[in-house]
């Protein structure tokens, strides 16, 4: 039978998959400098909203750890806790302890009782100024006992009568009782006398008391703030402890440290017969809710707060199948679209007709519900620069070195699969970044740099694609040390003369590393080879810039969308193809008087003062033996990863327009110098080129067959 609760749970686990990042944001606000009041107020109803939600669940691990968190957060949002950088530092970590007891949950797994009972370890020394924590304290902590050891309980009498609201707000009395139980021991009495008539109760109404004893060590504040999200909802009386009596010769010892024997007055010393006057009786304050408006005022109330609610933005959970699923059908809407225009076009009908004018106007919809549908998938980029700085904090700590890290563009967005997939990439390059690229500390001060270094993060949509940039402000790529790493692998000659450009992309080479020895961050060689791969089969490619002394910096160019792209429609003997339009710098007629050949098999473009390889798309895909001839062809100047151009050559250019990607490798198999594939609208399939494939051959066949003929440059 299913769970009917595990709809509620999963929402839940998402729930604080948000509340997680909200935390971590907050605290490295907090880290920074730059958070606001209402900021600390953020992280502490982050990690309270999980406690809450966890106690339904009975996560008992979770809502022990999270209370221990959120009691020091609560003294840091009241300013008995100064958040100095060591608070923080704790609150960091303890940030990746709940995420880790909210996993263990979600996935029905073990939870790391040693680390929890460290970090509630931690929590108890800066709740003590810093102080080691009591021998007490500490036994607990390493059984995963969570609750302090009490030192004296005291009774307190509770009573508690929700008004009509707490419960329309979804809250509920029996959980915050659960909560009140978490303090000590409670006796609990319901009080049904406020219960009318059958006749005269009212389903939405509130008639019950609970007349609650709490046996604990807590006082009064941890009591309220059992209550704090209901107080103004219900009737609240808390009666403390009466004080207690002292025998003769008592010590007491205060919170100063001294100590104080009690004894009475002697029969000599007693003063004169005064009055006698009771003690007055332990206070019970009520808490009581604001007088309702009057009958017009209340209505404008009304409205006031439903014209509040409508601009509030209103957001639903969408499972992603779903999604998946609506942007496959459009994909379809797409692809008969293209389809209908083509019988259209074949039937001679004429474009003032006013069946062209509507399957024009057919044409635009269509690409509106594909923009509006792939807007659904658009996420920002935060969700991934998010988990940077715990990354960067615990590479610092491996290396022993300074670093910050900045990030700009954090709400630039982009295709859900897109962020999904740039996470472990992004990852491999900060790492390089803080073991390569930064100084060490010494290193730093001995030639005027800061001692802590800098790498930044940045996202920025740019011509129809998103770019992402890591650098950092180290020494650069070192280019002496990579030419002799290649060398000393076989990956080049001894005697190989290569540009700094071509140096800086040996670091890509599948077990290349210039690193000393292996470590946990770097020297097998297999991290910026890993970037390569990912972003290649994102359709993406990545640069390198370098300069000696100044630092790095690594730029991926990937599309925004892996479903749909715009293309160049070509043909190349009889065989329609489409080419992405972002890889497309211009297009051009060659001169026979600018092509030169390199050999029988290869030609080169004399263009604005550079020469540029030559792709014959026919002969290179295999369509035909024999090659065309360049000044009856049109050609395409393309530019693939790392800013390196080819011009390939085609038949002729139909038009450009946006298509569906269907992936070849899934339906058929991989094909060297294809990317994806797509339905026409005459319903054939047309492939769709690998650009960075093709230039890649094209630039390696060239300064293969005679590198000392011709030196090749980009074109300008």
């Known amino acids: 039978m299913e769970d009917p609760m595990a709809a509620i749970r999963e929402t839940f686990f998402q729930e604080c998959e948000e509340q997680l990042a909200e935390l971590e944001t907050g605290l490295i606000a907090m880290e920074n400098g730059t958070a606001e009041a209402e900021t600390v107020n953020a992280v502490f109803r982050a990690v309270h909203s999980m406690k809450g939600g966890a106690g339904i669940f009975a996560l008992d691990s979770l809502v022990r750890f999270a209370h221990v968190f959120e009691t020091a957060l609560d003294k840091v949002r ?48 800066i709740n003590n100024a810093g102080e080691a924590p009591a021998p007490a304290k500490a036994a607990a902590a390493t059984t995963g006992l969570f609750e302090p050891v009490p030192e004296e309980s005291s009774t307190w009498e509770i009573s508690f009568t929700p008004r009509a609201e707490l419960y329309a707000k979804a809250n509920e009395a029996a959980i915050i009782l659960r909560e009140l139980r978490r303090l000590g021991d409670i006796d609990v009495r319901l009080d049904t006398s406020g219960l009318p008539d059958l006749s005269e109760l009212d389903p939405e109404g509130a008639y019950l008391t609970w007349h609650i004893k709490l046996t604990s060590d807590c006082d009064e504040a941890a009591i309220r703030h059992v209550f704090e999200f209901v107080e103004d909802d219900c009737v609240l009386l808390i009666t403390p402890p009466e004080p207690p009596g002292f025998a003769p010769g008592t010590v007491i010892t205060g919170d100063n440290g001294f100590k104080f024997e009690f004894f009475p007055p002697s029969e000599e010393e007693e003063e004169p017969e005064a009055e006698v006057v009771a003690a007055p009786p332990p206070v019970a304050r009520e808490v009581q809710a604001p007088p309702p408006p009057p009958k ?40 008969n679209e293209a389809m209908l225009s083509q019988r259209v076009l074949e039937a001679g009908i004429a474009r003032a007709s006013g069946v062209a004018m509507a399957l024009e106007e057919l044409e635009h919809l269509t690409r509106e519900i594909q923009d509006s549908v792939m807007a659904i998938r658009a996420q920002p980029v935060r969700s991934v620069f998010q988990r940077m700085p715990r990354l960067v904090r615990e590479v610092a700590a491996q290396t022993h070195k300074q670093v910050r890290l900045v990030t700009e563009g954090e709400g630039t967005e982009v295709d859900k699969t897109v962020i999904e997939r740039i996470a472990d990439p992004l990852t491999h390059m900060i790492r390089n970044a803080i073991d390569h690229g930064l100084e060490s500390t010494e290193r730093r001060l001995e030639i ?77 060689g297999v991290g910026m080879d890993v970037v390569r791969q990912s972003v290649a089969a994102l359709g993406g490619r990545i640069s390198i810039t370098s300069r000696p002394g100044l630092g790095s910096t690594f730029t991926l160019s990937l599309p925004l969308t892996l479903a749909v792209l715009d293309g160049m429609v070509v043909s190349a003997h009889g065989h329609t193809l489409i080419i992405p339009l972002s890889a497309i710098v211009e297009t051009l007629k060659p001169r026979a008087q600018d092509v030169f050949p390199l050999d029988h098999e290869i030609n080169v473009l004399a263009l604005r003062g550079g020469y540029v390889p030559m792709v014959d798309i026919a002969t290179s895909l295999g369509y035909s033996e024999q090659p065309i001839e360049p000044e009856q062809s049109v050609a395409l100047l393309v530019e693939g990863e790392g800013g390196v151009r080819a011009v390939l050559l085609v038949d002729a250019i139909h038009g450009q327009r946006q298509v569906v990607i269907k992936s070849l490798e899934a339906n058929y198999r991989a094909v060297p110098g294809i990317g994806a594939a797509t339905v026409m609208g005459d319903g054939r399939v047309a492939l769709i080129l690998d650009v960075d494939a093709m230039v890649r051959d094209a630039r390696s066949d060239s300064g293969a067959r005679a590198p000392e003929q011709l030196v090749l440059t980009d074109a300008a």
């Open 296 to 335: 017009n005022q209340a209505v404008e109330v009304m409205a006031a707060k439903a014209e509040a609610a409508a601009s509030v933005s209103a957001t639903i959970r969408v499972d992603l199948d779903r999604v998946d699923r609506m942007i496959d059908l459009v994909g379809e809407l797409v692809i």
């Open 448 to 524: 005027g740099k800061p001692a802590e270094g800098t790498v930044k993060l940045i996202a920025l949509h740019r011509s129809g694609r998103i770019v992402l940039e890591v650098s950092d402000d180290g020494g650069g790529i070192n280019r002496a040390r990579v030419k002799e790493k290649a060398i000393e692998n076989g990956v080049i000659a001894p005697d190989a003369q290569l540009s700094d450009d071509e140096i800086d992309n040996l670091i890509f080479l599948p077990g290349f590393s210039t690193a000393a020895k292996v470590s946990d961050i770097s020297g097998r």
């Open 78 to 125: 009241s300013g008995t806790l100064e958040g100095t950088p060591i608070v923080i530092g704790v609150f960091l970590r303890a940030a990746d302890v709940l995420a880790d007891l909210v996993r263990a949950a979600r996935e029905n797994g073990s939870v790391d009782e040693a680390r929890t009972a460290t970090m509630v370890a931690e929590f108890d020394q």
